[in-house]
């Protein structure tokens, strides 16, 4: 379990850090036919940054502080960042741990079903459906379709 998580009851702590840093903040409630929840603002030394939320709105401001702009060119925020691609680096390793753990499960398939059912079985129940079973079965919701395909497992089809 994370030590810190993206939630709502953080927002505070993110505004008084942005208030604290001397940033001018703001909220906008969004227009009547909007989906979005509103818009909060930080402002200082003529530079100005928007979020859907106050945890966003920290991140933008830590890449101002981070960079450190003295003028407001075209793509600034990207003044420091390397050739080597960080974020093309996480997802192949998101992929390559998803695809060991359905390998993993397939194997386990194959090699003990009933020690597989009861995998299946517990991420179902801790989960409460297919898409939260999915996820603790660390795939798509079409791969934890398909474990609940057999016959052994028609009851969790049933609840999904």
């Not at 850090?17 to 200082?44: C, V």
């Not at 093309?88 to 597989?116: I, K, N, Q, V, Y």
Request: hydrophobic content about 40%; overall charge negative; proline content about 4%.
């Amino acid at each position: 379990m994370p030590s810190l998580s993206s939630h709502a009851n953080v927002f505070e702590t993110c505004l008084q850090i942005l208030a604290r840093r001397g940033y001018e903040l703001s909220f906008q409630w969004p227009e009547e036919d909007e989906e979005s929840h509103g818009a909060f603002t930080a402002a200082r030394d003529g530079f100005s940054f928007l979020a859907d939320n106050p945890i966003e709105l920290l991140g933008l401001v830590a890449v101002h502080d981070e960079v450190r702009p003295t003028t407001q060119e075209p793509y600034w925020w990207s003044a420091k960042t390397d050739a080597s691609c960080v974020w093309d680096r996480l997802r192949d390793e998101a992929t390559a741990r998803e695809e060991a753990r359905h390998a993993e499960l397939e194997a386990l398939r194959a090699s003990d079903g009933s020690a597989w059912e009861r995998a299946v079985r517990a991420a179902f129940e801790e989960g409460g459906d297919l898409r939260n079973a999915a996820t603790l079965l660390r795939g798509d919701e079409g791969r934890a379709a398909a474990a609940a395909g057999g016959p052994r497992l028609a009851d969790l089809r049933r609840q999904s």
